[in-house]
């Protein structure tokens, strides 16, 4: 595809609920990003991908955020038993190769808001 | 938690004028980039400044780096409508993640 994609781009959750958001790269992207906006914010880290490898899950901010690549292409993040605190904008990132100089190129975001 | 902050947190200027905004850090880096997001394209990355440049041009946009000063500065010249966003500076922590700076939100008035 042209860039990278995401869906939902709007999520209305009650508390208590299972959330999964999808993040499907750009075609060829090694690394992949989640990243965890609040409004007013910048975007702050939650996990790293290169292929299917989770190399760094240090941003994840409990045990209820899971993050997952199996393929090494598409990966969900997935909140569970979702908290008012968990509201706002996920962003997914790619990159072609993994080096600290390659461009980022970031997706739209799904906008999570839990009631 | 954000490591780099964006001064002023706000802008507003008229069409046509120049636009500045600053970044300071608390660590060594490698490189600093400025990224731009506006609710119909989302975050965009702008440009990338190495650790050994001091100045970089592209098109309206010209970035600063003062790295004995641990800061770096984004000026827009003869802004535009379309220029209204946040801008974010960035940098890389070890080799992937980005830390973002809390932004600066811009407004050009017609």
């Known amino acids: 595809g042209a860039g990278v994609s995401q869906s939902p781009r709007y999520k209305v959750a009650k508390r208590g609920q299972d959330v999964a958001l999808r993040c499907d790269p750009i075609?060829?992207?090694?690394?992949l990003f989640w990243y965890q906006q609040a409004l007013g914010q910048g975007p702050e880290f939650l996990t790293y991908?290169?292929?299917?490898?989770?190399?760094?899950k240090s941003g994840l901010p409990s045990d209820r955020f899971f993050a997952e690549r199996p393929e090494g292409s598409v990966s969900t993040l997935k909140i569970q038993r979702t908290q008012q605190e968990d509201s706002a904008v996920y962003l997914c990132a790619s990159s072609f190769l993994a080096g600290e100089g390659d461009t980022q190129y970031f997706g739209p975001g799904t906008r999570l808001t839990v009631l | 938690s954000q490591q780099g902050e964006e001064d002023p947190q706000a802008l507003s200027i008229q069409e046509g004028e120049n636009a500045t905004m600053n970044c300071s850090y608390k660590?060594?880096?490698?490189?600093l980039q400025w990224y731009r997001q506006n609710s119909g394209r989302g975050l965009v990355h702008l440009i990338l400044?190495?650790?050994?440049?001091r100045e970089k041009h592209s098109g309206r946009l010209r970035v600063t780096l003062d790295t004995s000063k641990k800061s770096s500065s984004l000026l827009i010249t003869a802004s535009r409508a379309a220029d209204t966003a946040s801008y974010f500076c960035a940098r890389p922590e070890g080799a992937q993640k980005l830390v973002f700076g809390q932004g600066t939100r811009l407004t050009i008035n017609p």
């Open positions: 660590t060594s880096i490698n490189n």
């Open positions: 075609s060829g992207h090694v690394s």
């Open positions: 400044i190495r650790s050994n440049e």
């Open positions: 991908f290169q292929n299917e490898a989770q190399l760094d």
